[in-house]
């Protein structure tokens, strides 16, 4: 079995919850209001986001949750990787 690099891996999962982020805002750019309600609901199997959805994010606040969104899922894929490489080691 081969070892994961940790930060490449965490690199990866930052990237993809940074994509997936943006992604979202394209919608609510692309779809409005109503369009993104209707987007998420169907994404969530009906749960109703007509209370959750604020359409006046600013530029800095969206730049902020792109960042934080990175860092929140480089750590996931970073613990991934040391619960796999661990893992490994116990074998």
């Given amino acids: 079995m081969y070892r994961l690099n940790i930060k490449k891996l965490g690199f990866a999962f ?4 940074a994509l997936i982020y943006l992604g ?12 993104s309600i209707a987007f ?13 959805i604020r359409m006046d994010v600013s530029l800095l606040e969206a730049f ?7 860092i929140l899922w480089w750590l996931i894929g970073a613990c991934i990787a040391v619960f796999y490489n ?3 080691k116990n074998k």
């Fill in 24 to 35: 979202c805002m394209i919608v609510m750019v692309t779809a409005g209001k109503e369009g």
């Fill in 86 to 88: 661990v893992h490994l």
């Fill in 64 to 70: 902020f949750g792109i960042i934080q969104m990175f």
């Fill in 14 to 17: 930052g990237l993809t919850g």
């Fill in 40 to 52: 998420f609901n169907s994404l969530l199997h009906g749960l109703d986001t007509s209370n959750i």
